[in-house]
């Protein structure tokens, strides 16, 4: 598959080219981190015990916590919990909202067709799920009808992806979706006003864009999407030196 047939499959046509940054992206803006609001997502008595639990645990370790946990009502509802896949020394993460139904089946996120979206965004920009990509998602259980996670929902389960990201030590963070960007940044976070914007989460650069499932529902926003797979690409150039 040429990019030009991966451009079309996005619904962008083969116009779009990565170039230089537009004047609208001063470079500066790839340095300098936006601050951070106070963290409104609740900080329970069992989050916080998770969080040290979990400071020292290793892959097979955090795999199996997660598969077991039962810090929120999510678990009753669950075929199985959803840790996340790819290269677990990633230089890229991915992280989206929650497991869909064919995710919560298969036990790996970004299965459906938002996957298949999703394969063929990374592939624009010369990346490949498991090559330097790690996918995971703010909440690893799936929500009752594929409703947005809770707040509590969400805070019960980010120790877990604070854990991952402390593993992977990723050069940089996308967050696919407001549940995703609200988790990472604990901040309120509108889309349309973080994009193109450089956050950052514990010094760790962090872009924010449209999850995949809202562009299939949205097919005019895919143009800024791939704006932001642009962003991302000179983002990560930058953290390279190169």
């Not at 799936?142 to 604070?162: G, I, M």
Request: glycine share 8%; with cysteine.
């Amino acid at each position: 598959m040429t990019t030009d047939d991966i451009l079309r499959e996005m619904g962008l046509g083969p116009i779009w080219r990565l170039r230089t940054a537009p004047a609208a992206m001063p470079a500066e803006e790839l340095i300098a981190p936006a601050p951070l609001a106070p963290d409104p997502l609740p900080q329970t008595a069992p989050a916080l015990e998770a969080a040290a639990l979990l400071s020292a645990v290793a892959w097979d370790e955090l795999a199996a916590t997660v598969a077991a946990c039962r810090q929120c009502r999510l678990c009753e509802t669950r075929k199985q919990a959803v840790l996340g896949v790819g290269d677990v020394n990633a230089d890229w993460l991915f992280v989206g909202e929650g497991p869909g139904a064919e995710e919560d089946q298969r036990g790996e996120p970004f299965v459906g067709q938002a996957g298949k979206l999703l394969d063929n965004m990374l592939a624009a920009i010369g990346l490949k799920r498991g090559r330097d990509v790690y996918i995971a998602n703010a909440v690893k259980c799936r929500p009752p009808e594929n409703r947005t996670p809770a707040p509590e929902e969400a805070a019960a389960c980010r120790p877990y992806l604070e854990r991952q990201i402390e593993l992977i030590r990723p050069k940089l963070i996308v967050a696919l979706g407001r549940p995703a960007a609200q988790t990472l940044l604990g901040m309120e976070v509108k889309i349309a006003a973080a994009r193109g914007k450089l956050f950052d989460y514990r010094g760790i650069p962090l872009i924010v864009t449209y999850h995949p499932a809202y562009l299939l529902r949205t097919l005019p926003d895919k143009a800024k999407a791939w704006e932001d797979l642009c962003f991302m690409r000179r983002t990560m150039q930058a953290q390279k030196g190169g």
